[in-house]
């Protein structure tokens, strides 16, 4: 079946950059759909952040557009978030999900906390 | 952008009664060319990831209970739960795909009385 896990450093200092990559199984990227990042801070909602086509092609938020980077990497079936110059607001659960070409999200990563903290 | 709002913020039921969460799009998301409203709804536990129930506003996902129910059209959505149970204990999220960026409501908690 389809699995999705979000790998990354669960710490980041205030003004660096968040990294965030997610490993694809059960499924090739490359055989299509998109791929999603939607993260949730303590205590609030889910916010979608943007996504990726197969081919490369990628929507980002514009609430965080100037500081997003989303990158697929078919050969190791998976995908990445950058996100730049982050503050404590972009403290959160991040998801990694697949994406229905419709826009639905079918399958999720578990989810990993992204702490923005000196 | 599309706002979604969803009501009430939270909500008790009694096990085997109807739970009914509405979620309201500040636009149509109803698309003419295929007739389809570009809805979901996500079930949310603590640690988990969100769960997909229904999209296209009334389909369920395989593997969904039954009495899992979607209904709506244009701006005014309604999840329903037909007969509550424990594990029905969660978060609720209605999402619209009509239009970049996708929106999220901000949850309905849904308890036992």
Redesign the interface.
């Known amino acids: 079946q389809v699995q999705l896990q979000e790998s990354g450093p669960g710490l980041v200092k205030p003004s660096e950059t968040l990294s965030l990559t997610c490993g694809v199984s059960g499924y090739s990227i490359s055989s299509g759909y998109y791929w999603g990042w939607?993260r949730q801070p303590p205590g609030k909602?889910?916010?979608?952040i943007?996504h990726i086509y197969h081919s490369g092609n990628t929507?980002y938020?514009?609430?965080l557009k100037s500081r997003i980077t989303i990158s697929v990497d078919t050969s190791k079936n998976q995908f990445s978030l950058k996100l730049s110059s982050v503050t404590a607001a972009d403290t959160a659960v991040y998801?990694c999900?697949r994406q229905?070409d419709?826009?639905?999200?079918?399958y999720?990563?578990?989810?990993t906390l992204v702490t923005v903290s000196s | 952008d599309i706002v979604m709002t969803q009501s009430p913020d939270s909500l008790a039921v009694s096990l085997g009664e109807r739970a009914t969460i509405n979620c309201k799009s500040s636009q149509s998301v109803l698309y003419s060319s295929n007739n389809k409203n570009y809805l979901g709804w996500y079930q949310h536990k603590p640690g988990q990831p969100p769960k997909l129930l229904i999209y296209w506003a009334s389909t369920r996902e395989s593997g969904v209970p039954d009495r899992f129910s979607g209904s709506g059209s244009g701006t005014d959505f309604t999840l329903t739960i037909s007969s509550l149970q424990a594990e029905d204990v969660a978060v609720y999220y209605c999402q619209q795909y009509y239009t970049t960026p996708y929106s999220f409501g901000q949850g309905t908690k849904l308890e036992i009385k």
């Open positions: 939607i909602g889910l916010e979608w943007g929507y938020n514009p609430s998801y999900a229905r419709s826009g639905w999200s079918d999720w990563g578990q989810g």
